[in-house]
């Protein structure tokens, strides 16, 4: 596995905005596929971006599509989530995670590494 740290997650109102970052380690994580998952209290935790490991390909889940953006900054080997447009459901436990075998898809197997999660709360 390799180690990835989220920070970046906060309070904010309805309507705000927020980024979060997941910082990994080595530069064999430079040619990972990364994504964003989230947890909210109650259920279970599902999928919200993924981006290929040379950026050039994104996925959204439909409940963010239009206001998260996924990015990733190779150099730093850092990969980012922009929120904008918060709602209250979008309050939730953040995760980021790696997919190191190129595997592709959204689904959590797909990933095999996972950050510690950074709690996002947006009031209404």
């Known amino acids: 596995q390799v180690q990835l740290v989220e920070s970046g997650g906060g309070l904010v109102q309805a309507g705000g905005s927020l980024s979060l970052s997941c910082a990994t380690e080595?530069?064999?994580?430079?040619?990972?596929?990364m994504g964003w998952f989230r947890q909210a209290p109650g259920k279970e935790r599902e999928f919200v971006s993924r981006?290929?490991?040379?950026?050039?390909?994104?996925h959204y889940a439909d409940s963010v599509k239009g206001r998260f953006t996924i990015s990733r900054d190779i150099a730093k080997n850092t990969v980012y989530l922009r929120m904008n447009s918060l709602k209250p459901e979008d309050t939730a436990v953040y995760y980021c995670?790696?997919?190191?075998w190129g595997k592709g898809r959204s689904e959590e197997a797909a990933f095999d590494s996972w950050g510690q999660g950074t709690q996002v709360t947006v009031s209404s």
């Open positions: 995670a790696a997919d190191r």
């Open positions: 981006i290929s490991w040379s950026g050039g390909i994104t």
């Open positions: 080595g530069r064999a994580s430079r040619m990972y596929n």
